[in-house]
């Protein structure tokens, strides 16, 4: 083992000499994990985004970066006096926990609860890898074979980055509490009876492989050989901002073309087909709740809603939140700012389990305690799903409903948000507590206005 270890040494020495400048060697010899004290932790973010280096998560109280390095940018990170203060090269190397969960370990996972609770769990195949393998959806409600109009969407996904083991962890146990507390608990049965509730535990299935096939710290998808940070690969803003590298050997390569990713598709087509009211998309490390827009100085439209319940979903798991230019640095191509701008959901990420435990930590000691905490997280947006909002479906009398909106105006007569009917006629839209004008428009034509006064319930309102 010793020699082997050696030899491994010299080929690396050999390797960034005569490499120094190869984009394959930064892609496949990074090899040092390790910490950073930031002095500015703004600035100091920006600077090393710059460098496009691999930022694995942070600790934004003591101003804490972790990064997966190769030696030449460790070397890079001296010379600009870089405050290096842990070697976590270990946590890299170290044998991955085979109690985590495997592509087919979630196929089978997901096909015995549709086996043993057909009544409310369904699985759905969302999509194909680049590699072949199936994406797996499960829907849970009460009369989950049929699409019932009167019923809104939630979605929760995981595993965009193959490293984070921890997420699938969380969506397995949404799904696990609900199935099994559903015939004995009120408030459960409530949520699987009023909502479609979709749940995607594992999107980036070839990455993941990859994982367990020894690439431990592996963060992209596989395809084309180098493989694309499926994170930065949605449409909207696609590589606008430079919250994401346009090279192949980066760990936030946005690919070649915006969407062009088949995870990314199958997500998409999801979205655009059950037209979620909300969405969690769950990652590893850094217990952050991250909200939408991620450049630098954008907010959402609604953001007195977004931000308001992001908030509070921080509170509830004791996570800091806000967006990702204000916990982290741009970010562009993101699954939450492409369903925000395309179809109106109110998404977040959450980025499980801090710094000390890093992407894979010891799954006895780590895994009940993580997902029982962000339970409150999941369960705070389903009662949110009847909190302050209305909801209500156009009739037949209006033939294509998606040609339709609702504009939005608060009591100052300023417009709150311009909502975009759904497909199958339905809306449903989460506001907050007050009084609101709302117009049924066709193009510029208004058709029909309403006057709500609303509290802290859903209310149903047909125009």
Not at 80 to 109: G, M, R, T
Not at 346 to 368: C, H, K, M
Request: glycine content about 6%.
């Amino acid at each position: 083992m010793l020699k082997n270890l050696l030899a491994v040494g010299l080929l690396l020495a050999l390797m960034q000499n005569s490499n120094a400048h190869s984009h394959k060697f930064q892609e496949t010899k990074r090899s040092v994990y390790t910490s950073v004290k930031l002095n500015d932790y703004a600035k100091d973010m920006k600077k090393i985004q710059s460098l496009d280096l691999d930022v694995t998560g942070v600790d934004i109280g003591n101003s804490i970066v972790d990064l997966f390095l190769t030696k030449e940018q460790l070397n890079k990170l001296y010379e600009l006096n870089f405050n290096i203060i842990q070697d976590k090269s270990n946590q890299a190397i170290s044998a991955l926990d085979e109690q985590y969960k495997s592509p087919s370990e979630i196929e089978s996972i997901l096909k015995e609860w549709e086996r043993e609770h057909s009544d409310i769990a369904k699985v759905f195949v969302i999509g194909t890898s680049s590699e072949g393998r199936n994406i797996y959806a499960l829907k849970i409600s009460d009369n989950v074979s049929t699409r019932e109009h009167s019923e809104s969407a939630i979605l929760f996904n995981s595993m965009h980055h193959a490293r984070e083991v921890m997420s699938p962890e969380v969506s397995l146990d949404i799904i696990e509490t609900l199935i099994t507390n559903y015939k004995t608990d009120l408030k459960i049965k409530s949520y699987v009876d009023s909502n479609e509730i979709w749940v995607v535990p594992m999107l980036n299935v070839d990455g993941n492989a990859k994982v367990w096939n020894g690439s431990k710290m592996w963060r992209k998808n596989t395809n084309y050989g180098h493989g694309v940070d499926i994170n930065r690969n949605y449409p909207h803003l696609w590589g606008s901002c430079g919250g994401s590298s346009g090279m192949k050997w980066s760990s936030t390569y946005r690919g070649p073309s915006a969407g062009s990713e088949p995870e990314v598709q199958a997500l998409m087509n999801l979205v655009k087909d059950i037209r979620p009211v909300f969405d969690i998309s769950y990652h590893a490390y850094s217990e952050i709740v991250i909200y939408p827009m991620g450049c630098k100085g954008s907010r959402t439209q609604t953001k007195e809603v977004v931000e308001r319940i992001g908030q509070e979903i921080g509170q509830s798991v004791n996570y800091r939140a806000g967006t990702a230019w204000e916990l982290l640095y741009s970010v562009d191509g993101s699954d939450i700012d492409w369903m925000y701008n395309a179809y109106q959901v109110i998404p977040y990420v959450l980025e499980v389990n801090s710094r000390a435990q890093g992407f894979q930590p010891d799954y006895d000691t780590w895994r009940d305690k993580t997902v029982k905490r962000n339970r409150a997280a999941w369960m705070t947006l389903l009662d949110k799903m009847t909190a302050t909002g209305v909801k209500g479906r156009l009739d037949e009398t209006y033939p294509s409903p998606e040609n339709y909106q609702i504009e939005v105006k608060d009591s100052n007569g300023k417009v709150f948000q311009n909502y975009k009917i759904n497909p199958d006629g339905t809306y449903h839209i989460v506001l907050n507590e007050g009084k609101y004008s709302l117009s049924l428009k066709k193009g510029r034509n208004s058709l029909n206005t309403k006057v709500v006064e609303l509290s802290s319930s859903l209310m149903p309102l047909n125009f």
